[in-house]
């Protein structure tokens, strides 16, 4: 009887633990984002600017790689290209 109840137990905690445990996949460029964390290696959390007559204003974050030329962004994937940043900074962004 002892084993039965200690079985329920110890089944019942690990059911427990993986309900409640989180994804820990990273996230790939391209892919929304609130901190560098959450993307894969060699990403970062990035801003993407968006430019008008008005100024600039951050539209989204997303996990990216900083850049200086379109080259440094081709072993992201042939759509992306080098695009500048509101804060000066540049980082690669998918164009479709």
């Not at 089944?11 to 892919?31: E, H, I, M």
């Not at 990403?43 to 030329?69: E, I, N, R, Y």
């Amino acid at each position: 009887m002892r084993i039965r109840v200690a079985m329920s137990w110890t089944l019942a905690l690990v059911a427990a633990v993986s309900a409640c445990s989180t994804s820990t996949s990273l996230k790939s460029a391209g892919t929304s984002c609130g901190s560098d964390g959450e993307c894969a290696a060699g990403l970062s959390c990035l801003p993407l600017g968006v430019f008008s007559d008005a100024g600039c204003m951050t539209a989204a974050k997303a996990c990216s790689k900083t850049c200086s030329l379109d080259s440094d962004c081709a072993p992201l994937g042939t759509s992306y290209k080098c695009f500048a940043a509101c804060d000066g900074t540049r980082s690669c962004g998918a164009t479709q």
